[in-house]
């Protein structure tokens, strides 16, 4: 059996459970989808939102890419925060980095990395704008304090877009939150929150 027709058995067996478990499960999922919570996180397969939070699905919008960034020319990442907050109602967008991720470490690393460099580049940012406050620390320290740093940067990011700024002066409830997650233990870490 290829790995691909085992990934099509295995969901056949995950939504019998589902419907074993509870007969209008699906029904219901297909009914609606009202999360109050939308989560930017880093593409990384180690760090699936539904499962870390421990939450069913239809509970979470969910935006992934490498490095968790929230770029003001990334059409995709601007679409899902307006699609969110405005036709879902959203009342937080959790920007969710982990400590070990790939896109920082090759920042730190330096080298040529081809066409992820070109984004890579925000990282570079962040790291240039803490340069003399990183300089101070070494090895793992100084590795997942840019990931902390990169975090409370992509949640500045997202407080400036147009989408959250207009929700805010609308007085919606909205809150935006930095966590960093930690491969290591499975625990959150929350860096920082705006409510405008």
């Known amino acids: 059996m290829s790995g691909l027709e085992s990934l099509l058995d295995r969901n056949a067996l995950w939504a019998k459970h589902k419907v074993e478990e509870n007969a209008s499960f699906f029904s219901q999922l297909a009914q609606q989808q ?4 939308l989560w930017i996180g880093c593409s990384d ?3 699936p939102a539904t499962q870390v939070l421990d939450l069913p699905p239809g509970e979470v ?3 992934r890419n490498i490095a968790n960034l929230v770029v003001h020319s990334d059409m995709s990442c ?3 925060i307006q699609y969110a907050v405005e036709v879902l109602q959203v009342e937080h967008i959790i920007v969710c980095g982990h ?4 896109g920082v470490k090759a920042v730190l690393d330096g080298g040529d990395h081809g066409m992820i460099d070109n984004w890579l580049g925000h990282i570079k940012d962040v790291q240039r704008l ?3 406050h990183l300089s101070q620390l070494e090895g793992d320290e100084r590795f997942d304090k840019l990931c902390e740093l990169n975090v409370q940067e992509q949640v500045r990011n997202v407080c400036n877009t147009t989408v959250v700024k207009n929700a805010w002066k609308k007085r919606k409830s909205l809150t935006i939150h930095g966590w960093v997650y930690s491969l290591s233990d499975g625990i959150l870490k929350e860096l920082c929150c705006n409510r405008g």
Do not use: A, D, I, Q
């Open 99 to 102: 400590y070990g991720c790939g």
């Open 34 to 37: 009202t999360p109050k919570y």
């Open 61 to 63: 919008f969910v935006h």
């Open 45 to 47: 397969s180690r760090v």
């Open 130 to 132: 803490n340069s003399e």
């Open 78 to 80: 601007l679409s899902v």
